[in-house]
């Protein structure tokens, strides 16, 4: 050691390799580079007080090297106390793999919740300070881990970089305004990042409950962030003219606001995540950086953690001395060579376990219809039958429970009734999918509401079901709820709504003896011949309609309702012998629950698969639903 007291770059390696010394311990011999550091992601400097650096080419090269490793070298500390802990022989407590970034881990300089959770606790630890939410679920390290250590909760935590926009809050906001609200400063390209990243996070947690479905997950959504003059938060409102320091933990306060409010949505669709609310956790006063509580403040959050780990943890038992070993010596392996994950028992894709969300389906096909109803007309078909029954087997096999109403029985009642039961019975985080196959048709516009001057329709057995009484049907349904439309027939691009949006581009429509449309010489007998009951049904809907067109104009309605349909409203849906066109595409790019991208992406696939002429429509209403977006689909 160097006479002036400090110590030596080998000294320092030799410390940093001694499990013996303590991260509070080391702590002295860092600084933060605030210069170089980033959201999330603190990049340390050799403190020139404690570490005696040679001023030559060789010394600084040598102390570059160090830093570099500071996450891998903190890191491979923890492994050695993992080992050391469920190696004794004497550890009873659950297994536990954590992935995250800095909250999780801030090598040396701050005691951070993994520090103060692997007090009590075997936590085999894969974070990085700066891991992205994005770079942890593309690399998937914890699948690994998971299985090879048996581990029984996987503690996660990701985020905090998009939260502040990745380092780029300014793009982010508006100019200072002093009319607006603490809200109205955050551009909408905002809530998009926020979005993309509840997506990522939404497929993590989907991969680890489906390779894993006894393996509880634990997130969090971060505490409110103190806006400090800093280069993340502070300084990027500065650019932007918002100096007044309450207005900027007011901004502050609704980003973070945000963010938990989509992993609460996120929490209500899985049984095996629990998302810890960490807001007004930590006081103002232990708040090291704008981003990073103190050591004081990490331990209140790491508290929350270890009241969910009690919670969740298997019941005490003794663990054998050679199992742990075992585990110990498996962790080693997973630290360097990254072995493929052994067997371990799986899940259907989209399966739900027995305690998670619940997802009723309803399935209608009508390959006639009623001619008494219809002026003398059957309307046959040949495949709508099939789809349902399709359909049926696929919800039958994602866990749902299901409903199937052919032809005669699928009356304008019995859909009703099913609708009906839905609504009342779901709750937020579950799911309704309805499929429907049949004609469709179209009838006088009574309220206004289309463009066209009709309402678009399916042809049930007893009687038309017009688009606005969909809307009163989805309008009973609970928040959180997510609605499923599947609906190959005729006119269906829109069949789901009660407010138009900007019109499609016109489509050639196909003239084809298997189209699943009411013909026009029909549609208007029927409509004379039943104008009592469809001029009643389309009067008692305007009242509800003006009701429905005001809430549209802040929150359409509180499910969150997706239709995936045959066509557009001006285009026409092909009939087949073994499934209808667009419901036999859909089977084909499903592949028996192979598909696994989002419902952009299955629709986009769908649409590659049919004639221009019929181009299957993808439309939303309700309020935004990143889950429901980003979630395979079917899945509960």
Not at 525 to 536: E, G, H, L
């Amino acid at each position: 050691m160097p006479s002036n007291g400090k110590i030596s770059l080998e000294e320092l390696n030799r410390r940093l390799a001694d499990a013996s010394f303590s991260d509070e311990e080391l702590a002295r011999y860092f600084l933060v580079d605030e210069d170089r550091s980033g959201p999330f992601n603190p990049v340390l400097t050799l403190n020139p007080d404690t570490v005696s650096v040679p001023q030559t080419a060789e010394g600084t090269e040598r102390s570059a090297a160090l830093l570099n490793s500071a996450n891998f070298i903190a890191r491979l500390r923890r492994h050695f106390a993992f080992n050391a802990r469920v190696g004794s022989g004497s550890y009873r407590g659950p297994i536990l793999v954590s992935e995250g970034d800095s909250w999780f881990q801030y090598p040396f300089k701050l005691e951070d919740v993994i520090d103060d959770l692997m007090q009590d606790y075997a936590v085999f630890s894969l974070d990085a300070a700066g891991d992205t939410l994005a770079n942890m679920f593309r690399e998937a390290e914890y699948l690994d881990a998971i299985a090879n250590t048996g581990a029984s909760i996987f503690l996660f935590s990701g985020g905090g970089n998009d939260v502040v926009a990745g380092g780029n809050l300014a793009a982010h906001l508006f100019d200072f305004d002093p009319a607006k609200s603490p809200a109205a400063h955050l551009r909408p390209s905002f809530n998009l990042i926020l979005d993309e990243a509840i997506g990522i996070y939404s497929k993590l947690v989907r991969q680890v409950a489906q390779k894993f479905p006894n393996v509880h997950i634990v997130c969090h959504g971060y505490d409110y962030a103190r806006p400090a003059n800093g280069p993340w938060i502070g300084k990027p409102m500065a650019s932007k003219g918002i100096t007044d320091p309450e207005l900027q933990r007011a901004i502050a306060r609704v980003m973070i606001d945000r963010f938990n409010e989509r992993l609460g949505l996120l929490q209500s669709t899985s049984a095996r995540l629990h998302y810890i609310d960490c807001r007004n956790t930590v006081p103002a006063d232990e708040w090291f950086d704008e981003l990073h509580p103190t050591n004081d403040g990490y331990k209140k959050v790491a508290k929350k953690f270890a009241t969910v780990i009690e919670q969740l943890k298997p019941r005490t038992r003794d663990v054998d001395y050679r199992a742990n070993k075992a585990r110990a010596a498996r962790a080693t392996e997973t630290s360097s060579a990254r072995p493929a994950v052994r067997p371990s028992r799986a899940v259907p894709q989209s399966a739900r376990p027995n305690e998670g969300p619940r997802g009723i389906a309803l399935h209608i096909g009508l390959n006639a219809v009623d001619p008494a109803h219809y002026a003398g007309w059957a309307g046959p078909l040949n495949a709508c039958e099939f789809d349902a029954q399709d359909m049926h087997e696929i919800a039958t096999g994602l866990g749902y429970d299901a409903t199937l109403l052919l032809t005669e029985n699928a009356t304008r009642e019995n859909v009703a009734k099913g609708f009906k039961k839905a609504a009342q019975e779901l709750k937020e985080g579950d799911i309704f999918f309805v499929s429907y196959s049949g004609h469709g048709g179209q009838v006088p516009d009574f309220n206004g509401d289309e463009e066209d001057g009709v309402d678009e329709t399916w042809c049930l057995f007893d009687g038309q079901l017009i688009d606005d009484e969909l809307y009163a049907f989805w309008s009973k349904f609970r928040p959180g709820v997510r609605v499923l439309v599947v609906s190959d027939s005729c006119h269906s691009g829109t069949v789901i709504r009660a407010v138009v949006p900007d019109a499609t581009t016109d489509v050639a429509v196909v003239s084809s003896p298997l189209a699943r449309a009411m013909p026009i010489n029909i549609a208007s007998r029927t409509f004379r011949q039943n104008r009592d009951f469809y001029s009643k049904l389309g009067s008692s809907l305007s009242n509800v309609e003006a009701q429905s067109v005001k809430r549209a104009t802040d929150t359409p309605i509180s499910c969150s309702v997706r239709l995936i349909s045959g066509c557009q409203d001006n285009q026409v849906s092909l009939d087949g012998p073994g499934n209808g066109a667009f419901t036999a595409a859909l089977i084909s790019v499903w592949d028996h629950g192979r598909f696994s991208r989002d419902y952009a992406a299955f629709h986009a696939a769908i649409l590659r698969k049919l004639p221009e002429t019929q181009s299957p429509n993808h439309w939303m209403i309700g309020p935004k639903n990143p889950v429901f977006d980003a979630q395979s689909p079917f899945a509960i």
